[in-house]
């Protein structure tokens, strides 16, 4: 394998040693139509014909349909929800080749569908990604206003924050290899640090360290729920996992990990055959973890090595073991210094994930072998830091034309959000969430899950998984808008005018990641945030805490509305509450207790029932075509009874408050759902893996989303005069309902 040393001198080291292109992620906000838009748009065509996904053919001034069924009597109190803006005050006409009987989704989406174009940005729209935009351009203006002076914050990390991006534009960087230079001997600094180490007892000693440097260790510890106290944290420990070889110890034919390890080291002055005696001595150590593991472990290391957020991700109950036993399992590492550096006290007991590993680490870490285990560390290290920046920069847009300065900027304020993403979580989160939103949404989700508890309680489950159910729901924790949490791991950070950059910046990742070990002496806390931001437009349910998180930049239009009716919320926002709650009975989610524990909750009759339901409604959405992609139903299970369960509940919760107007309710969901998906239509193998990501998606396409799922519903049915022969109708004997 020949090196090259002028990989570097490209772009961004990891981003070409991974192969990644840097490509705009920027999509163009929908433009407001104005009279002058409204009238060039008349001049070119009164009569454009433009298809419709239900089939049907209309023209740009006929987006038309029937009024809701006349039965439904107050379905039109308004001609529009609140939160609707003017590109939504659409004049409807009746014809009966277009109507919501047929498709809803392009019913209420039609005129954004034809006037959003994708295909000059080259990149998805929605309203989600509007959302986004939205409370990303507000938190920028904000911070930019502070850093200008004209605002002051007294927040001790948003000052650091702004001395931090006054850091990065006083290091004047020319170009990407400037940066790639500073960042090559930052990890260079980490892997001579790993290379100095002389034997077992010398590693020992320095393995806390180590620790919090981010360096890959055999010995992988984290922090989580106590499985035998919830209430309490434990620590779990894991083993380590083959980096180059596969996980039998058979040869990779994959070279990428080798590929990338191979440049950057060459780029930073090692020799070949220093390289390709790491590369060997790696690959034998990767041996010995494969020769002393079962295969189950092996594929536990991999999980708990490549899970980034706080914590374990939780496969199971793990073997607890006294930590007196444990810490005099390994001869050559002194296990009891370790733990106590990391936690400052003694446990009673730890938990071994990986057994295999902890009974055979005499086999696996002596000194006989410790240069392969040097070798082994030092490529974990250089994969690691190089995918975190990769991974980093594939997420920033490349922008043709700007000036040395206008790039600094950019990604001076592109690498604080990074650096200080908690900070921001909980300063602006905050800030753009009034107390007023806070409590209205606090007081639907609350009303959701009285509303959830009397869906369990007329359900088919057995008593027993009922009352666990039950339960799990009255246990469940609600964060609404952001955390609440200081996160004081920023004291430790010092900002100077000439500290090192790259240094500075892996500081403060470091000290993120080691937190979770100061919280080892406190109680579990369930609603932590822990490395989820408040700013994303997003919504979340956490299994391994029983916690739905419902993120400040969720909480806008057209999901959301303070000043917008009940009818309007519950089919905005509710219905993602509701969604989310439902994940908690999902196949993943009901693997999960009321404490966020790995426990069985289901009786033999219930799971075999859970199995027909779940099986029913992967058939409803198998097979689907969507612009050429092939959905199928078990990829997208969990999503779509979360998709129905959701819109279920906010259907029952709207009912309890005696306000419900089903017209405004379905209208909201379908405009808080509308999504336009770019496939390229002049690059075939662009467009086949664009169609193969939708295949792959855990979430089916919106308009099938938003479709297949109405069509489950009974009350949506009365409220527009869904019958036989229409396109919305599904027989009632055919609809999915989980619980019922």
Known sequence: MKIQNQLLKVTMFTAVLLGASITSQTVKADETTDANATKDATAKSEK????LYNGFKSTDNDVATTEPAASQTNARETTEDNVSSSEDQTTWINTNQFKPQNDYYDYLNHKWINKTDVQSDKMDAGASLDAQRNINQRVQNKFYDYLNGTENTKSQNMQKAMDFYNLYLSKNYSSTEDISKDAAQGIMKVVNQIDSLEDLSDFSKNMNDLLKEGVTMPIGVKVDIDQRNPDLRALYFYGGAPVLLKDNGETNEDQ????TIGGFLSSSGLSLSSIQGIVVNASKFDKILVDNQSAEDIITDHYQNNYGAEGINRLGDYLGVNYVNF?????FIDMDHFVNGVTGMTPGYVYEMTPSFYNNINEIMTDENFAEMKAWMICNYVLNSSNYIHNLIANFPEV????????NQRMAYYLTTDAFGDAFSKYFGEIFLTKEAKETVTDMAENLVSAYKDTISNSWLEASSKKAALEKLDDMKLNIGYPTDSYSYYNKIDIKDDSDFYQTYRDIVDARNYNQYAKYQKPADRTEWAGLSSLNDNAQYVPSKNAIFINTGFLQAPFFDVKASDSTNYGGIGTVIGHELSHGFDQIGSLYDKDGLFKNMWTANDLEKYSEKTAQLSKIYDKTNFQGATISGDTTVNEN???????KVAEKALEKTNAANWDQFY????????????????????AAKRREQLEKDAHSPFPIRVNKTLQNSDQFDKTYGVKPGDGMWVDPDKRFNLWS
């Open 48 to 51: 454009t014909a433009v298809p």
């Open 256 to 259: 990428t990990n080798q590929n």
């Open 327 to 331: 810490t005099n399992m390994p001869v």
């Open 400 to 407: 043709e034309g700007e000036t040395k300065a206008e790039f």
């Open 641 to 647: 009874l979360a998709d129905n369960a959701g819109l």
């Open 667 to 686: 209208r909201s969901y379908a405009k808080a759902n509308r999504y336009k998906y770019f496939i390229d239509p002049d690059n075939a193998s662009v």
